[in-house]
């Protein structure tokens, strides 16, 4: 049964986040897909943080370094050197379900039309009590059903065939954020259809403060490149308060909803004040 079954490598970028990435490991480890059926590739995006000692990794899991900054580019070593007929992408903070693999094979058996998975990503919280930084990611991370109504998928939780990489090409690794985006799009372009597969579930830790929403806004806005006009524009888009803020959330008080619009009145501002310097020369934020 298991050599009827299609060879998947699982890739798995990391930068300076050996603790969480463990977790994912483990996680990986105890995948009930028969475990010479599939690899685990991590690729190590700053080679001078070694990978520590005694570190626990599966036998099927192997360890390169890239040394061009960036996810994308780690994301493009791994490709290049898997072996798997099937691709299957998350980061080192998330934590997949036990059934993940299988459920995304069993998908694709069934739907024999869908050659890309965007998975299923839930969030978890560190305490009962959320943050205002967790309410904003309830209501606004993650919508895979969504995004591939769109034809789009992050990398956080994304299957697809090797084939499609051989077609369309890499991703753009010149981008360190928004890279997911581009590439899915000439997936799209090309035919490549995409479905969000409910079962194909994958954990992701919520922000838990502020500031790390402001972080990773100012990181998202490194795909602008040099692109003023867009930038200038993107900015008299955002200047405008996103009145329609007020609606999202339908179980928040009117307080809570008050407070959402605020968030996502200022990270709007952060991230296109953030484009505009990157479009005038300032080096994208990787982090």
Request: hydrophobic share 40%.
């Amino acid at each position: 049964m298991a050599n009827s079954l299609p060879f998947v490598s699982v890739i798995i970028p990391t930068y300076r986040d050996w603790s969480r990435l463990s977790k994912c490991l483990t996680a990986l480890n105890e995948q009930d897909y028969p475990n010479n059926q599939f690899e685990i590739i991590i690729i190590n995006n700053n080679p001078g943080d070694k990978i520590p000692d005694n570190y626990l990794m599966p036998a099927n899991c192997v360890a390169i370094d890239e040394y061009k900054p960036g996810s994308y580019a780690a994301r493009n070593a791994a490709v290049k050197i898997a072996k798997g007929d099937v691709l299957a992408f998350t980061d080192s903070d998330c934590i997949p379900h036990a059934s993940w693999i299988s459920n995304a094979i069993r998908f694709f058996t069934v739907n024999t039309d869908i050659t890309r998975i965007a998975g299923n990503i839930k969030l978890f919280y560190q305490t009962d009590k959320l943050t205002f930084a967790e309410i904003y990611e309830k209501v606004y991370a993650f919508k895979q059903e969504k995004s591939a109504a769109e034809g789009v998928s992050v990398t956080g939780n994304m299957f697809a065939y090797k084939h499609i990489f051989d077609s369309v090409g890499l991703f753009d690794e010149n981008l360190l954020s928004g890279g997911d985006f581009e590439w899915s799009k000439r997936a799209e372009a090309a035919g490549y259809k995409i479905s969000f597969a409910e079962d194909v579930i994958i954990m992701h830790p919520a922000r838990h403060q502020m500031a790390e929403l402001y972080k990773k806004e100012i990181r998202r806005a490194g795909w602008i490149g040099n692109n003023r006009g867009l930038a200038l524009k993107r900015l008299l888009k955002y200047i405008i308060p996103p009145v329609n803020t007020l609606l999202h959330g339908s179980d928040l008080n009117v307080t809570e909803r008050a407070k959402l619009f605020l968030i996502r009145y200022k990270l709007n501002l952060i991230r296109s004040a953030e484009e505009i310097k990157i479009s005038f020369g300032k080096r994208p934020n990787r982090e």
